[in-house]
């Protein structure tokens, strides 16, 4: 299985979001994560879509999407060829005994504490979808009450020939 970093340059306007989940639904493709924001032109908003699958699925996947009339541009990506950063906040419940020990982890991880009571914790990272992955994977032994991510964002890597495309 391989996964693939679709980045779907789109016209801004409803229904959009919907033709495009509908294409992967009615192909029975998954989608791992998926994210949609408007660029520096209202008018067009990027989705960036993770799948995976076979090289006939990552094919057909990227045949499918250059047909939507709705479609501006689609660029692939594969995740070496690629800057990609997640949003994750994580609510959880401490004590006095663990606190220092998840202000340790937070001050490795680069993560950063946004909201505190007495007995919960709130803890906000922007970092690459394996490090959101190890952040939770830290904190499993503490008590997890909510989570809430964003998909992956990605934009390919910055390149010299970048100004001529």
């Known amino acids: ?12 306007r409803s229904g959009v979001l919907c033709k495009v989940a509908g294409l992967f639904s009615r192909r029975c493709f998954n989608i791992d994560s998926l994210a949609v924001g408007e660029t520096d032109d209202s008018m067009v908003s990027c989705m960036t879509i993770v799948s995976s699958g076979d090289e006939r699925t990552i094919e057909q996947i990227e045949k499918q999407l250059n047909k939507k009339l709705d479609v501006i541009k689609v660029k692939t990506f594969e995740e070496q060829q690629c800057i990609t950063r997640e949003l994750m906040l994580i609510k959880i419940k401490y004590n006095k005994s663990n606190r220092r020990e998840i202000m340790e982890l937070c001050e490795i991880m680069k993560a950063d504490i946004v909201d505190m009571s007495k007995h919960f914790m709130m803890i906000q990272i922007c970092d690459t979808p394996e490090r959101i992955r190890l952040m939770i994977n830290q904190l499993q032994t503490i008590s997890i009450v909510e989570v809430a991510r964003t998909g992956t964002l990605a934009l390919a890597k910055c390149m010299e020939n970048d100004a001529q495309t």
């Open 1 to 12: 299985m391989k996964k693939r970093i679709y980045s779907v340059l789109v016209e801004n």
